[in-house]
């Protein structure tokens, strides 16, 4: 793509009363000066999302390389459409635990980007490795309003110390430093007034006529957007307003979570909410991270990471899906939880809740690889220009065996990765793939990623 002659500044934003809303990438844009006579292309985005616990490997694996993309195993049915853009690699192994045999669920979140056991000598604090999403961080954060973006839909509070090693090992993925465990958001909201560079909750500026559930943020640069829209050519002026309904869309979303939070609690508490009818059924009771409704609020955190690349206000993100023990899943029909089901020792029903767990959590992933793929972005889609990893730091929750551990890698990293295939016998454990995918989104490897030994070249375009 050539680059316009009058071009918007990459970095411009609409501003007002506090608020500054990124910009979308748009044909009068440019990322960088590019030498005379090139075209430019957009950065490359590295985003991780996590599933705790492994999957259930025959419903996973598909059957081969021919069928990959005809005939997708269930897991992955979800994927169908964006399957031409992904990559299903078997044969990667996990970290070796050994001499932590009793902490399978304290490793498999920990390791899962670092490809390195904590120190043995000190169990009781977090003394691991940084983690491939802060390689790239420290290298590009330094071009985005965030460094990183780190998202998770249960809170990091699990108690509990397997082989005696810090309880944080069981919820956090990202590692700043080997010594400092990079908090998750899970409130949306928070992650949308980051979004928008407004001060959050607890602020003095909350007494303002900004309300959560009153007026939308975006209403504040609605008009600094009339007027730059008037200098755009049509094909931004569709894109800006494309952009613009979709942010919109998500704050109306996390707004309607909101209020119906307030009116079940106004239910529980004996006090019908002034907007129902009195024959109606009492609204449910949304609990945020783990409430019915699961996937309605993964979806939102997958459009706020959508939005978040989109805008170019971060090139890095992890979203934990869910950490080991504590989730449930009553939106599929029923409430045991995760963990309990792993263990099935071959029962048909517990394999069938597992399995739809999978395919419940692929889905979602499913869901933003799909978005992004619909969103124009330079000569390709958003997708085209990302290396999205979904997958899991234990190959079967009922053995804890890490051989086979189940990936899938979505976007071709702006040309180069080259998808659409699944390798049935790769050889490379989890440090040579995160060695390699760092490579790909451009990031200088000076040392390989834990455990790694080498990078996986058939991976690469």
């Known amino acids: 793509m050539s680059r316009p002659k009058s071009r918007i500044d990459r970095r411009a934003c609409l501003k007002g009363l506090g608020v500054s809303l990124a910009l979308p990438l748009m044909d009068s844009m440019g990322w960088a000066d590019t030498p005379k006579g090139e075209s430019y292309k957009a950065p490359v985005r590295l985003g991780f999302m996590y599933m705790p616990h492994g999957v259930i490997m025959n419903e996973f694996w598909p059957a081969d390389a021919e069928s990959f993309l005809s005939a997708p195993p269930p897991a992955l049915e979800s994927l169908r459409p964006v399957l031409t853009k992904c990559v299903v690699m078997k044969g990667i192994s996990g970290v070796p635990i050994a001499p932590f045999h009793g902490a399978p669920h304290?490793?498999?979140?920990?390791?899962?980007?670092?490809?390195?056991l904590p120190a043995a000598d000190k169990r009781n604090e977090i003394n691991i490795a940084i983690s491939a999403d802060q390689i790239a961080a420290n290298h590009v954060g330094a071009f985005t309003a965030l460094p990183s973006l780190e998202l998770a839909t249960m809170p990091q509070t699990w108690k509990e110390n397997q082989e005696g090693l810090n309880e944080g090992y069981y919820s956090h993925c990202s590692f700043r430093s080997p010594t400092q465990a990079m908090p998750a958001?899970?409130?949306p909201r928070n992650v949308l007034y980051r979004l928008f560079n407004k001060q959050e909750p607890g602020t003095a500026r909350e007494a303002s006529p900004l309300s959560a559930l009153d007026r939308s943020l975006l209403d504040i640069v609605l008009g600094g957007a009339r007027d730059l829209r008037r200098t755009l050519p049509a094909s931004d002026q569709k894109k800006l307003d494309e952009y613009l309904d979709s942010v919109r869309s998500v704050e109306r979303r996390i707004a309607a979570i909101e209020q119906r939070q307030k009116d079940a609690a106004l239910e529980k508490a004996g006090v019908r909410a002034s907007k129902r009818h009195a024959p109606d059924s009492p609204p449910i009771e949304i609990r945020i991270p783990d409430g019915d409704k699961r996937s309605e609020y993964m979806q939102i955190m997958c459009d706020l990471n959508i939005l978040a690349f989109q805008t170019d206000t971060t090139r890095v993100s992890t979203y934990i899906g869910s950490t080991p023990n504590g989730a449930s899943y009553p939106e599929l029909g029923f409430n045991d939880q995760h963990h309990s089901n792993t263990h099935h020792?071959?029962?048909?029903?517990?394999?069938?809740?597992?399995?739809?767990?999978?395919?419940?959590?692929?889905?979602?992933?499913?869901?933003?690889v799909k978005k992004m793929d619909g969103l124009r972005?330079?000569?390709?889609?958003?997708?085209?220009?990302?290396?999205?990893?979904w997958g899991s730091g234990l190959e079967d929750?009922?053995?804890?065996?890490?051989?086979?551990l189940p990936f899938v890698i979505a976007g071709k990293g702006g040309g180069s990765i080259k998808t659409g295939r699944y390798f049935a016998e790769t050889k490379g454990n989890q440090g040579d793939l995160l060695t390699t995918l760092?490579?790909?989104?451009?990031?200088?490897?000076?040392?390989?990623?834990?455990?790694?030994?080498?990078?996986?070249?058939?991976?690469?375009?």
């Open 185 to 187: 958001e899970v409130n």
């Open 345 to 368: 020792n071959n029962d048909p029903e517990k394999v069938r809740k597992i399995a739809r767990i999978t395919e419940f959590n692929i889905a979602q992933f499913a869901y933003m």
């Open 438 to 461: 760092l490579a790909c989104a451009g990031i200088p490897v000076d040392r390989p990623v834990g455990i790694a030994t080498k990078q996986i070249e058939e991976l690469k375009a």
């Open 377 to 389: 972005e330079a000569d390709g889609s958003l997708l085209d220009n990302c290396i999205m990893m």
């Open 397 to 404: 929750g009922n053995k804890h065996t890490r051989e086979n």
């Open 106 to 116: 304290a490793l498999e979140l920990s390791t899962w980007l670092t490809a390195t």
